[in-house]
């Protein structure tokens, strides 16, 4: 099984828990895993440490944006008025005994605006500080609505879990970001012109990817131009490596990703200084990272339907990212998607259940648990909302 080359700094981190054990996994396998995962997590947060501190500057950013521009239509009397009208939208959505992914993204949205509407209001009264009533009154009522959606998304399909994924992102509106997202569409859609490496066999084209990572590496990237250029050839290396992605089983992948996650560190310690715009570098980096999912789930899934898939461990990768667009991407990286990018991820949705049976009619995984995989990975997403 080779490594998943489409690792980068997101807030959505690889979790164990949500990749589907087949039937047939022995328990050496599991064992396996389990360290592997560990190993993993520690190298991660190793080399994303530095990404993450300028994703969190970034969103904290367009939050603050948000929070002046948005006109809220909430009117409060006072602070306790204002808790009161959020117990009562809690009180309305433990009324509803289920809701389809529409209504649910609905929920959120109104969550998400009534819960920043009322917590910037009773922050300004001096008791916000003096006492704690009123700031425990708040995440009472907001533990106790996400209890509530959670239990609205007990059961939903991967269909629903990319509608509300992409209809519930607070940046979604945001007019600064769609004016650096719009350029950067430009520049991502201008790449699928290009044509991937044919010359060699998976071998030889795996090590010009390796060539051409430790020149990076060596080099550096220290300014906008260089930091397109890299983005580019990546990018047409990566494809290339997606055309023969059931050939690599038995090539060694750990060194070219272990360079690239390394690359994607330096490229955001370079904002710190001040090579490169930590906004630019947010969202082409971002888009990025979706096209790399998207791409990389798509033609797992192509392979599904194709019946190339031939063991339970080979299912069991492909599977995983097939799922990595669902799971890996947070509010911002969903923001950023294009309408064909959208309408990439519905199509791959609406797949979950015909990849489904073949998996399950070749007893590569237990349907029980292919069946749950949906609600878990909304139910993730709700979560950290």
Same mark, same amino acid.
């Given at each position: 099984?080779?490594?998943? @080359?489409?690792?980068?700094?997101?807030?959505? =981190?690889?979790?164990?828990?949500?990749?589907?054990?087949? #039937?047939? @996994? +022995?328990?050496?396998?599991?064992?396996?895993? =389990?360290?592997?995962?560990?190993?993993?997590?520690? %190298?991660?947060?190793? !080399?994303?440490?530095?990404?993450? &501190?300028?994703?969190?500057?970034?969103?904290?950013?367009?939050? %603050?944006?948000?929070?002046?521009?948005?006109?809220?239509?909430?009117?409060?009397?006072?602070?306790?008025?204002?808790?009161?009208?959020?117990?009562?939208?809690?009180?309305? &959505?433990?009324?509803?005994?289920?809701? /389809?992914?529409?209504?649910?993204?609905?929920?959120?949205?109104?969550?998400?605006?009534? %819960?920043?509407?009322?917590?910037?209001?009773? #922050?300004?009264?001096?008791?916000?500080?003096?006492?704690?009533?009123?700031?425990?009154?708040?995440?009472?009522?907001?533990? +106790?609505?996400?209890?509530?959606?959670?239990?609205?998304?007990?059961?939903?399909?991967?269909?629903?879990?990319?509608?509300? =994924?992409?209809?519930?992102?607070?940046?979604?509106?945001?007019?600064?970001? !769609?004016?650096?997202?719009?350029?950067?569409?430009?520049?991502?859609?201008?790449?699928?012109?290009?044509?991937?490496?044919? =010359?060699?066999?998976?071998?030889?084209? *795996?090590?010009?990817?390796?060539?051409?990572?430790?020149?990076?590496?060596?080099?550096? *990237? /220290?300014?906008?131009?260089?930091?397109?250029?890299?983005?580019?050839?990546?990018?047409?290396?990566?494809?290339?490596?997606?055309?023969?992605?059931?050939?690599?089983?038995?090539?060694?992948?750990?060194?070219?990703?272990?360079?690239?996650?390394?690359?994607?560190?330096?490229?955001?310690?370079?904002?710190?200084?001040?090579?490169?715009? %930590?906004?630019?570098?947010?969202?082409?980096?971002?888009?990025?990272?979706?096209?790399?999912?998207?791409? /990389?789930?798509?033609?797992? +899934?192509? @392979?599904?339907?194709?019946?190339?898939?031939?063991?339970?461990?080979?299912?069991?990768?492909?599977?995983?990212?097939?799922?990595?667009?669902?799971?890996?991407?947070?509010?911002?990286?969903?923001?950023?998607?294009?309408?064909?990018?959208?309408?990439?991820?519905?199509? @791959?949705?609406? +797949?979950?259940?015909?990849?489904?049976?073949?998996?399950?009619?070749?007893?590569?995984?237990?349907?029980?648990?292919?069946?749950? &995989?949906?609600?878990?990975?909304?139910?993730?997403?709700?979560?950290?909302?």
């Amino acid at each position: 099984m080779h490594p998943n @080359l489409t690792d980068t700094p997101m807030r959505y =981190k690889q979790n164990r828990g949500f990749c589907p054990q087949s #039937k047939i @996994l +022995s328990a050496q396998h599991k064992i396996a895993a =389990k360290m592997q995962m560990k190993k993993k997590k520690t %190298s991660e947060r190793k !080399n994303t440490q530095m990404s993450f &501190i300028f994703h969190l500057f970034f969103l904290c950013l367009i939050l %603050s944006m948000t929070s002046c521009s948005v006109k809220s239509d909430y009117h409060f009397d006072n602070p306790h008025d204002a808790l009161k009208q959020y117990r009562d939208f809690h009180h309305s &959505i433990a009324a509803e005994p289920k809701a /389809n992914a529409e209504k649910l993204a609905n929920f959120i949205c109104q969550w998400q605006e009534l %819960s920043d509407t009322v917590y910037n209001y009773i #922050k300004k009264d001096p008791a916000f500080t003096a006492h704690a009533s009123l700031s425990m009154t708040f995440q009472v009522t907001s533990d +106790s609505v996400r209890v509530e959606l959670l239990r609205l998304a007990s059961d939903c399909s991967l269909s629903d879990v990319a509608y509300v =994924k992409m209809h519930t992102s607070p940046y979604r509106d945001d007019a600064k970001l !769609n004016a650096t997202k719009a350029k950067a569409n430009t520049f991502f859609s201008a790449l699928d012109k290009q044509s991937v490496y044919n =010359k060699g066999n998976v071998r030889e084209k *795996i090590e010009r990817y390796r060539r051409f990572l430790a020149a990076t590496q060596e080099h550096g *990237i /220290n300014n906008q131009k260089e930091l397109l250029s890299f983005l580019e050839t990546e990018d047409r290396h990566f494809r290339t490596f997606l055309t023969n992605i059931d050939e690599y089983s038995n090539v060694g992948l750990k060194d070219v990703t272990k360079m690239t996650e390394q690359i994607c560190a330096d490229i955001y310690r370079a904002t710190s200084e001040n090579k490169l715009a %930590s906004e630019d570098v947010i969202v082409y980096m971002g888009m990025r990272t979706c096209r790399r999912l998207l791409l /990389n789930a798509e033609v797992c +899934s192509k @392979l599904f339907k194709a019946g190339k898939v031939n063991s339970p461990s080979q299912a069991n990768a492909y599977l995983w990212m097939t799922l990595q667009p669902f799971l890996s991407m947070d509010a911002l990286s969903i923001s950023m998607l294009t309408e064909e990018q959208q309408k990439q991820m519905t199509e @791959l949705a609406a +797949s979950f259940p015909e990849i489904s049976e073949r998996l399950s009619t070749k007893d590569y995984a237990d349907p029980e648990h292919l069946a749950r &995989i949906p609600s878990q990975l909304l139910r993730l997403y709700i979560s950290v909302l």
